[in-house]
């Protein structure tokens, strides 16, 4: 993420953004988010469930578990452009 947008977004949701996209593909378990972003898991549930009801993270069922990964439409899409 560019050092633009420090100071505009929030550092904790600036680094689960860092960590989405730099692993695009990538499907993360809450906790395997937390920790390559390096935030708490109760700030990065917070911060997942904000940007999944934005539709910058897309969320799917696995039984009971949720498990995320960056979602693929323009808006991800301008992020990687800036990034």
Known sequence: MPLELEGLVEAKT???FTALLNTPNKIFHLNSLAQAANVPATSAARIIKRLAKSGFIEEMKIGKI???KLAANQKTERLRQIS
């Open 14 to 16: 600036l680094a689960i």
């Open 66 to 68: 949720s498990v995320y």
